[in-house]
C-alpha cells in the first residue's frame, strides 16, 4: 500500500502492475453527484506548493544552482568534453523502440563520478508552445526496511523540509510552483519510496540561451530534487509536526475498509517476512523511543539506503539530450560514489539457497521465490485458510488469494503467463465465470490479476464483489470458481491462441501509443531503470511485444492456482462480530476478523471438481480487433508525401465546426491531422427534461444505467479488449453517451450500442425473467452505494451538504432511499415495466442533442454518425423547445445583512452567519470536517478578469493555507483551498480541513484566522511577485496538449458549456482559455506611456486586493459565506448546542425552507455577453 502518495493538482499518479492501495483522498461522487468537489488529488503532504519568487527573478536562479564553473582560460568546449568524459552512455535514442507518434528522444546514461543511471527524455516544442517538464528518483528502499514502524513513512516526510543547501522547509515547493503551478510529491511502498515533480514552463529563447538548453525551471528543480540525495536537514524542531501528520494519516486510513483489510492480509502473513509490518506508523510507534533515537534511526536508514547505486533518476526535460544530460551531471554530480547491485539483487545472490524450496509437485524452480529474506510470506501455514471479515460500510466480497513466484522471477519476465491466466479468468463473455455469475443474480463484479507484488514473491487474486443473494450462496459461487480454473487446467493446450491475441493487441497498443503525463512517466521508468537484465531497447515496451507462449512455465504458474495455496478472504457486512477466541482484532486498524481451516473434502472437491457446470466454456478469440490502420488525413497522397510533411502543431488550435446544426441536433466535427493516430472519439449527450423530474425518475434511470452497462458485457467486452472503449452515464440533464479506440471498429460498436439500448427497454417491458433480476440487482446495488456514502469521509460529507443547500433543484439522499426501501418503496415499488417507460422517456420523448466526432474520421463518416443519432434517437421524439430545456442553477447564500433578516439579528454578528451542521453517522469516525464556503459569483458577473483574479488567489491561497493550517498548526491531514463550481456555473473558494484534533467550529475559527494573515500575505507581496504567481497560472491554463484524448476533452468540455442556452449564446468559446490568460500576463517590457492602458503588476494587484476585500474578507458587507461541518460522534455535545442556534440548518426540511428567502445567480456564459447578443435576434 503506498504510503504519503497523495498527489498533487496536475493529475492521477499511474498505477503500475503491482497493485498498491494508496493514500490518496480522491472525491467520490455519490449516484446523484455530477460535479467535482475538489481536484481529483487532494495534497495530503507538504509537497503541493504556491511560490513567492517572481518569475522577473528567475534569471539569478542559476546562482542557486552552482554549475560547473570557469576559471582562468578554461573555455565551455573544455567543459563539455569534461562532462562527456564524466558520461558512460548506455543506450542512445538510435536504438530505443517507440511507437509511431513518440516524437521524444531517449538517452540512458551512467555518471561514472558516482554510479547513478539516469533515463534522459528531450520533448522539444515549437517555440512558444507550453508543456511540462517532470523528474523522478526511486530508491530500493521502503517500509520493509522499518527498524521503527512507518520509520521509511516518516522519512519520506522528512526529506521535503529542507536541506543543507536550501535550508527553508517550502523552498522547494516554492520554487516549483511559480512554474505553472508546479508540484510534487512522493510514495512509500513496501520496498520502494519514489519522488517525483512537474512544473510547467514555456519553450521560447531564454536569455544568452537558444531552446535547445535546459530551461531556468527545470535546472533549478533538478538541483533542489538533488540535495534530498546529497545532505538533507532532519532538523529536530521538525520532528513533532511530521509525527503528527502521519499520525493523522494514519487516523484517516481507520475508517477505511481498504486500509483495514490490507493490514488484516499482513498479520496473516509469515510474521518472519517483512510484509507482515505496520508500514503506515503512527504516533505511538514513532515517539516511543524517543525523539534522539527517531532521528538516529532516520539518519542511518539514509545512510543505508540512500546510496547513488541504489538509486535511479528520469527526467523529461524541453531542451535536447545533450543540455539534459549536462543539467543532470551538474546537479546529480554531486552525489557520493557509491556501487553494487540492486540491493535485491543482491539479496538474490545471497540466499540462493532458499530459492529452491519450492513446492515437490513444481516442475520448475523460480528461483527469486523466497530468495530475498529468506522465508516465504506466505507458506504452508498460512494457506488453506478461509478468513472472514467485517467490514465498515455495506459490501460483500469473496477473495482468493494464491501465493505465486515474483513477476521478477527470470522464468516469468518474457513469458508473463499471469497475463493470458488473469485475461481468461476475469473474461466478461458468454460462458465465462463471470456470465454465469452474473446470470443467477450473485455478482457486483469480477476481477483477476496481481493483486500483490514484492521482490520475492507475489498474490494472484481473484476478487468477486457479490450481492446479498450471491453472499447466500458464497459456497457455490466457490465451486464455479476453482471449476473454472480447473477448466483453464484442463485446456492449458488452448493457451497459445490467447498468448498471441493478447500479444497482437499489446504491439498494437505499443504501435499507436499516445505520450502519457511526464511526471508519470518518469515516476514509472525510474522504476524500471532497476531492470539490469533488460535491454535497453525494449526500455519504452518491455517484453510484452516478444513475449512468446510457453506451456511448460504456464503450466507451473498454474499449478500455483490450487486450493491448498490460497487464502480465501470472505468480507460480509451481514456478519456480526461475536464474543468466543474464534474472533480476533486487528491491532492497527481494527478489523475483526475470524480464521477458520478449509475443510479437506471441499478442497479435494475444488481440485478436481467431480462435475463442471455445463454452462462454462472458454472465450472465442477476439474479433473486434482491427487490421485497418490507413489514416482519413492521407488519403489521396502517396506514401511519401504523406509520411514526410511536417507535423504543424497550429492544427491543435483550428477548433471542430457544426456539420449539422439544428434545432434537435448539433453535430460538430473535426478530422485530425496532427497527432496522425488510427483512433476517433465520438461523443453524444441526449438532453431530456425528464431524467431529474423527480427522485423517483432519477432512480430508475440511474437503475437503467446499470442494467445497460451490465448487459452490453456480452455484446461488445471483446471490444474494450481491443481498445474500443464505451461509456453510459445519466445525468440530471440527459444521458450522455461516448464511444472511442480504432476507428475501424467505432461504427459497429456505436451501432450496437445503441441499437441495444432500444432493444433492453423492449425486453424489459415484456417482463423477461432474466433481466428481472439484474433490475432487482441493479435497484439493491443502488441503495447500498447511496446509503454507504454516509460512511464517506467527513469532508465529502459535508462536501454534498453543502451541494444541497447551494444549488436550487437538488434532491436529497434520502430522497433516492426511500423510492428503493422502506414504507414508501412498499407503498409503490418500483417495477421493471416502469423502469423501462421512464427510461425510453429520458432518451426518446422529448430531446435534444450535441455531437462530436473528432480523430481519424472524415466528413462522410461523421455525416453517418449524425444519420444513426436521427434514426435512433430522433426520428420518434419530439423537439425539445427552449423553454422545456433543463436549467440548473446556483443560489446566493445569504450576506450578513440579508442573513439577520433571515434568521434575526444575532446572525449580523458574524462573519459566516449561514452554517450546515451534521454529524457522522458512524461512531467509529474519529474525523471531523469544516468546509468555508465563499463565494464570488457568477461567471457573467466575474467576466473574464474576474475569473482570472479568483483563479489567481485561490492558486495562491492553496500553498498559504497549507502551510498554515496543515504542516503548523497540525489541524488534520487533509487540508485544502479549491475553486469550487456549482449548477449555473457560479463559483466560491472553497476551505476544507479535516482532522481528528478539533471540534467543526474550532476548525472554522482557525480557517478564519488564516484568511486574515493571507490578506495580510498579499499586501505584502511585490507587484512583481503577484505577477510570477499569475504568470503560472496562465501557463497552467495554456499548456500544450500531449494527445488526441486531452484535445477531444478540450473541445467537447466547450460545447457542453452551452447545451443549455439559447440560440444567440450557444456559439462554443474554443479559445476562451487564451482570453482568461490574457488577463493574467503582464507585459515586463512596456515603456511608460503603454503601462497607462496596459496590464501592470501594481494593476494585477491592486485588482487582486479588491477581489479578496469584496468577496472574502470577513468584515465585507458583500461577503456571501456557509460553512458546512461534520461533527465526529466525540463531539455530540457540541453538534446538539450549536444546530440550535440561529443560522444553523441541520436537515433537508431546513434547506427547503431556507431556500425560500434565497435569490439565484444568472447563468448567461462571460465570453458571449456584449451589446449584440443580449437579446435573441
Given at each position: 500500500m503506498k504510503l504519503g502518495s497523495t498527489p498533487g493538482r496536475r493529475g492521477a499518479v499511474a498505477m503500475a502492475t503491482r497493485v498498491v492501495f494508496c493514500s490518496l483522498m480522491i472525491v467520490k461522487a455519490t449516484p446523484w453527484m455530477n460535479l467535482p468537489v475538489l481536484p481529483s488529488r487532494h495534497r495530503a503532504l507538504s509537497f503541493t506548493s504556491s511560490s513567492r519568487k517572481p518569475l522577473l527573478q528567475l534569471q539569478s536562479t542559476t546562482e542557486d544552482v552552482k554549475l560547473s564553473s570557469s576559471s582562468g582560460t578554461t573555455t565551455d568546449k573544455d567543459n563539455e568534453a569534461t562532462m562527456s568524459a564524466d558520461v558512460e552512455i548506455l543506450a542512445d535514442d538510435d536504438i530505443f523502440l517507440k511507437p509511431e507518434r513518440d516524437g521524444r528522444q531517449y538517452r540512458m546514461i551512467k555518471l561514472k563520478q558516482n554510479n547513478l543511471k539516469v533515463l534522459l527524455v528531450s520533448d522539444q516544442m515549437a517555440e512558444g508552445d507550453v508543456g511540462v517538464e517532470a523528474a523522478s528518483v526511486h530508491v530500493q528502499a521502503g517500509h520493509y526496511d522499518d527498524t521503527i514502524p512507518g520509520l521509511a513513512h516518516f522519512h519520506e516526510h522528512m526529506l521535503f523540509l529542507g536541506t543543507a543547501k536550501y535550508p527553508k522547509e517550502d523552498e522547494y515547493e516554492n520554487y516549483l510552483t511559480q512554474y505553472g503551478g508546479g508540484s510534487a510529491n512522493a510514495y512509500t511502498d513496501m520496498e520502494d519510496t519514489n519522488y517525483y515533480f512537474s512544473i510547467t514552463t514555456e519553450n521560447k529563447d531564454w536569455e544568452n540561451k537558444d531552446s535547445s538548453q535546459t530551461t531556468e525551471g527545470l535546472t533549478g528543480a533538478l538541483d533542489r530534487l538533488a540535495q534530498f540525495f546529497i545532505k538533507p536537514n532532519f532538523d529536530p524542531d521538525a520532528v513533532d509536526r511530521e509525527t503528527r501528520a502521519i499520525d493523522s494519516e494514519y487516523r484517516n486510513g481507520k475508517t477505511s475498509d481498504s486500509w483495514r483489510n490490507y493490514q488484516a492480509l499482513k498479520s496473516f502473513a509469515n510474521q518472519s517476512h517483512p510484509f507482515a509490518k505496520f508500514g503506515c506508523g503512527n504516533l505511538e510507534t514513532l515517539t516511543s523511543q524517543g525523539t534522539d533515537v527517531l532521528l538516529k534511526e532516520l539518519q542511518n536508514f539514509w545512510d543505508t539506503y540512500y546510496q547513488s547505486y541504489n538509486l535511479r533518476l528520469a527526467v523529461v526535460g524541453h531542451g535536447s539530450l545533450d543540455a539534459l544530460q549536462k543539467t543532470v551531471q551538474e546537479t546529480f554530480g554531486g552525489l557520493p560514489f557509491s556501487e553494487g547491485l540492486p540491493r535485491y539483487e543482491q539479496a538474490i545472490e545471497a540466499n540462493k539457497a532458499a530459492a529452491t524450496s519450492t513446492a515437490a509437485t513444481d516442475k520448475l524452480v523460480f528461483e527469486h521465490e523466497g530468495a530475498v529474506y529468506g522465508v516465504h510470506a506466505f507458506g504452508p501455514e498460512q494457506l488453506g485458510i478461509v478468513r472472514s471479515i467485517v467490514p465498515l460500510i455495506e459490501s460483500r466480497s469473496v477473495k482468493v488469494h494464491f501465493a505465486v513466484p515474483p513477476l521478477d522471477d527470470p522464468l516469468l519476465r518474457d513469458t508473463r503467463p499471469y497475463r493470458v491466466l488473469s485475461h481468461l479468468l476475469g473474461h466478461e463473455s458468454p460462458g465465462s465465470l463471470h456470465s454465469l455469475l452474473n446470470d443467477e443474480g450473485y455478482l457486483n463484479g469480477l476481477s483477476s490479476g496481481i493483486g500483490i507484488e514484492s521482490?520475492?514473491?507475489?498474490?494472484?487474486?481473484?476478487?468477486?464483489?457479490?450481492?446479498?443473494?450471491?453472499?447466500?450462496?458464497?459456497?457455490?459461487?466457490?465451486?464455479?470458481?476453482?471449476?473454472?480454473?480447473?477448466?483453464?487446467?484442463?485446456?492449458?493446450?488452448?493457451?497459445?491462441?490467447?498468448?498471441?491475441?493478447?500479444?497482437?493487441?499489446?504491439?498494437?497498443?505499443?504501435?499507436?501509443?499516445?505520450?502519457?503525463?511526464?511526471?508519470?512517466?518518469?515516476?514509472?521508468?525510474?522504476?524500471?531503470?532497476?531492470?539490469?537484465?533488460?535491454?535497453?531497447?525494449?526500455?519504452?515496451?518491455?517484453?510484452?511485444?516478444?513475449?512468446?507462449?510457453?506451456?511448460?512455465?504456464?503450466?507451473?504458474?498454474?499449478?500455483?492456482?490450487?486450493?491448498?495455496?490460497?487464502?480465501?478472504?470472505?468480507?460480509?457486512?451481514?456478519?456480526?462480530?461475536?464474543?468466543?477466541?474464534?474472533?480476533?482484532?486487528?491491532?492497527?486498524?481494527?478489523?475483526?476478523?475470524?480464521?477458520?481451516?478449509?475443510?479437506?473434502?471441499?478442497?479435494k472437491s475444488w481440485e478436481s471438481p467431480p462435475k463442471f457446470d455445463e454452462r462454462l466454456q472458454l472465450p472465442e478469440l477476439n474479433a473486434?480487433?482491427?487490421?485497418?490502420?490507413?489514416?482519413?488525413?492521407?488519403?489521396?497522397?502517396?506514401?511519401?508525401?504523406?509520411?514526410?510533411?511536417?507535423?504543424?502543431?497550429?492544427?491543435?488550435?483550428?477548433?471542430?465546426?457544426?456539420?449539422?446544426?439544428?434545432?434537435?441536433?448539433?453535430?460538430?466535427?473535426?478530422?485530425?491531422?496532427?497527432?496522425?493516430?488510427?483512433?476517433?472519439?465520438?461523443?453524444?449527450?441526449?438532453?431530456?427534461?425528464?431524467?431529474?423530474?423527480?427522485?423517483?425518475?432519477?432512480?430508475?434511470?440511474?437503475?437503467?444505467?446499470?442494467?445497460?452497462?451490465?448487459?452490453?458485457?456480452?455484446?461488445?467486452?471483446?471490444?474494450?479488449?481491443?481498445?474500443?472503449?464505451?461509456?453510459?452515464s445519466c445525468a440530471p440533464s440527459g444521458y450522455r453517451l461516448s464511444v472511442n479506440g480504432y476507428s475501424q471498429k467505432l461504427p459497429f460498436l456505436l451501432d450496437t450500442l445503441t441499437s441495444r439500448l432500444f432493444s433492453l427497454v423492449d425486453e424489459m417491458k415484456a417482463g423477461d425473467p432474466a433481466l428481472k433480476e439484474k433490475f432487482d440487482q441493479a435497484r439493491e446495488g443502488l441503495c447500498r452505494e447511496t446509503k454507504n456514502y454516509r460512511l464517506d469521509s467527513p469532508y465529502e460529507v459535508a462536501n454534498y451538504n453543502s451541494r444541497l443547500l447551494m444549488e436550487e433543484n437538488v434532491w436529497y439522499l434520502d430522497n433516492y432511499i426511500d423510492e428503493m426501501?422502506?414504507?414508501?418503496?412498499?407503498?409503490?415499488?418500483?417495477?421493471?415495466?416502469?423502469?423501462?417507460?421512464?427510461?425510453?422517456?429520458?432518451?426518446?420523448?422529448?430531446?435534444?442533442?450535441?455531437?462530436?466526432?473528432?480523430?481519424?474520421?472524415?466528413?462522410?463518416?461523421?455525416?453517418?454518425?449524425?444519420?444513426?443519432?436521427?434514426?435512433?434517437?430522433?426520428?420518434?421524439?419530439?423537439?425539445?423547445?427552449?423553454?422545456?430545456?433543463?436549467?440548473?442553477?446556483?443560489?446566493?447564500?445569504?450576506?450578513?445583512?440579508?442573513?439577520?433578516?433571515?434568521?434575526?439579528?444575532?446572525?449580523?454578528?458574524?462573519?459566516?452567519?449561514?452554517?450546515?451542521?451534521?454529524?457522522?453517522?458512524?461512531?467509529?469516525?474519529?474525523?471531523?470536517?469544516?468546509?468555508?464556503?465563499?463565494?464570488?459569483?457568477?461567471?457573467?458577473?466575474?467576466?473574464?478578469?474576474?475569473?482570472?483574479?479568483?483563479?489567481?488567489?485561490?492558486?495562491?491561497?492553496?500553498?498559504?493555507?497549507?502551510?498554515?493550517?496543515?504542516?503548523?498548526?497540525?489541524?488534520?491531514?487533509?487540508?485544502?483551498?479549491?475553486?469550487?463550481?456549482?449548477?449555473?456555473?457560479?463559483?466560491?473558494?472553497?476551505?476544507?480541513?479535516?482532522?481528528?484534533?478539533?471540534?467543526?467550529?474550532?476548525?472554522?475559527?482557525?480557517?478564519?484566522?488564516?484568511?486574515?494573515?493571507?490578506?495580510?500575505?498579499?499586501?505584502?507581496?511585490?507587484?512583481?511577485?503577484?505577477?510570477?504567481?499569475?504568470?503560472?497560472?496562465?501557463?497552467?491554463?495554456?499548456?500544450?496538449?500531449?494527445?488526441?484524448?486531452?484535445?477531444v476533452s478540450a473541445a467537447w468540455g466547450e460545447i457542453l458549456n452551452t447545451e443549455d442556452l439559447t440560440k444567440s449564446l450557444r456559439t462554443p468559446s474554443f479559445d476562451r482559455l487564451e482570453k482568461l490568460s490574457k488577463e493574467l500576463l503582464v507585459?515586463?517590457?512596456?515603456?511608460?506611456?503603454?503601462?497607462?492602458?496596459?496590464?501592470?503588476?501594481?494593476?494585477?494587484?491592486?485588482?487582486?486586493?479588491?477581489?479578496?476585500?469584496?468577496?472574502?474578507?470577513?468584515?465585507?458587507?458583500?461577503?456571501?459565506?456557509?460553512?458546512?461541518?461534520?461533527?465526529?460522534?466525540?463531539?455530540?455535545?457540541?453538534?446538539?448546542?450549536?444546530?440550535?442556534?440561529?443560522?444553523?440548518?441541520?436537515?433537508?426540511?431546513?434547506?427547503?425552507?431556507?431556500?425560500?428567502?434565497?435569490?439565484?445567480?444568472p447563468t448567461a456564459p462571460y465570453w458571449r455577453i456584449d451589446e449584440s447578443t443580449l437579446t435573441e435576434p
Open positions: 521482490s520475492d514473491f507475489s498474490l494472484f487474486s481473484i476478487s468477486i464483489s457479490l450481492t446479498p443473494k450471491g453472499m447466500a450462496n458464497k459456497d457455490k459461487v466457490l465451486d464455479l470458481l476453482f471449476q473454472w480454473i480447473a477448466l483453464l487446467r484442463q485446456n492449458q493446450d488452448q493457451m497459445g491462441p490467447y498468448h498471441d491475441e493478447m500479444r497482437q493487441i499489446s504491439n498494437m497498443g505499443f504501435k499507436f501509443r499516445e505520450n502519457s503525463d511526464p511526471s508519470d512517466f518518469c515516476s514509472g521508468a525510474a522504476d524500471l531503470l532497476f531492470a539490469e537484465h533488460a535491454e535497453p531497447s525494449e526500455f519504452l515496451c518491455g517484453s510484452s511485444l516478444k513475449a512468446e507462449h510457453d506451456p511448460v512455465i504456464t503450466e507451473a504458474f498454474l499449478d500455483r492456482l490450487r486450493p491448498e495455496t490460497s487464502l480465501i478472504v470472505i468480507t460480509n457486512s451481514d456478519l456480526k462480530q461475536e464474543s468466543g477466541d474464534e474472533w480476533t482484532v486487528e491491532p492497527w486498524y481494527g478489523a475483526p476478523h475470524k480464521d477458520e481451516p478449509m475443510d479437506p473434502e471441499q478442497m473486434y480487433i482491427p487490421n485497418d490502420f490507413t489514416l482519413r488525413c492521407d488519403e489521396g497522397k502517396d506514401e511519401e508525401s504523406s509520411t514526410s510533411e511536417p507535423l504543424d502543431s497550429s492544427e491543435i488550435l483550428v477548433p471542430p465546426v457544426p456539420l449539422v446544426d439544428n434545432d434537435r441536433l448539433r453535430l460538430w466535427h473535426k478530422m485530425d491531422k496532427y497527432w496522425r493516430v488510427p483512433k476517433a472519439f465520438i461523443r453524444l449527450s441526449i438532453m431530456s427534461p425528464d431524467v431529474y423530474q423527480s427522485p423517483r425518475t432519477m432512480t430508475y434511470h440511474r437503475i437503467f444505467q446499470r442494467i445497460l452497462n451490465d448487459d452490453l458485457n456480452s455484446f461488445v467486452y471483446d471490444a474494450s479488449l481491443a481498445g474500443c472503449n464505451y461509456r453510459v426501501e422502506g414504507p414508501s418503496a412498499e407503498r409503490a415499488p418500483l417495477t421493471m415495466e416502469e423502469c423501462a417507460d421512464v427510461a425510453k422517456e429520458g432518451f426518446s420523448s422529448r430531446i435534444k442533442c450535441e455531437a462530436l466526432c473528432m480523430g481519424n474520421m472524415n466528413s462522410e463518416e461523421a455525416m453517418s454518425v449524425a444519420d444513426l443519432i436521427s434514426d435512433k434517437f430522433l426520428a420518434s421524439s419530439r423537439a425539445l423547445s427552449d423553454v422545456e430545456i433543463p436549467h440548473y442553477r446556483s443560489l446566493k447564500m445569504p450576506t450578513r445583512d440579508e442573513a439577520s433578516k433571515i434568521f434575526g439579528p444575532k446572525t449580523g454578528s458574524k462573519s459566516t452567519p449561514l452554517v450546515y451542521a451534521d454529524i457522522a453517522y458512524s461512531e467509529s469516525e474519529e474525523n471531523s470536517s469544516v468546509e468555508l464556503i465563499l463565494q464570488a459569483g457568477s461567471e457573467l458577473e466575474m467576466g473574464y478578469e474576474g475569473l482570472a483574479i479568483f483563479d489567481l488567489i485561490t492558486h495562491i491561497a492553496y500553498n498559504s493555507a497549507y502551510n498554515q493550517l496543515r504542516t503548523v498548526e497540525q489541524l488534520g491531514y487533509i487540508v485544502s483551498v479549491s475553486a469550487r463550481r456549482t449548477a449555473g456555473s457560479a463559483w466560491s473558494m472553497t476551505v476544507i480541513v479535516q482532522g481528528s484534533v478539533a471540534s467543526p467550529d474550532k476548525l472554522e475559527e482557525r480557517v478564519e484566522a488564516w484568511l486574515q494573515s493571507f490578506r495580510k500575505e498579499l499586501a505584502e507581496m511585490t507587484a512583481e511577485e503577484i505577477a510570477s504567481e499569475a504568470s503560472a497560472v496562465a501557463a497552467q491554463l495554456l499548456e500544450s496538449d500531449t494527445k488526441l484524448s486531452q484535445e507585459d515586463e517590457d512596456c515603456d511608460e506611456e503603454e503601462e497607462k492602458t496596459g496590464l501592470t503588476g501594481d494593476i494585477l494587484k491592486g485588482r487582486v486586493l479588491t477581489f479578496f476585500d469584496k468577496w472574502f474578507a470577513a468584515e465585507s458587507p458583500d461577503r456571501r459565506a456557509l460553512s458546512a461541518r461534520l461533527y465526529s460522534q466525540k463531539f455530540q455535545k457540541e453538534f446538539e448546542a450549536v444546530r440550535n442556534e440561529p443560522g444553523v440548518v441541520s436537515s433537508f426540511a431546513d434547506i427547503r425552507h431556507l431556500k425560500q428567502f434565497l435569490s439565484s445567480w
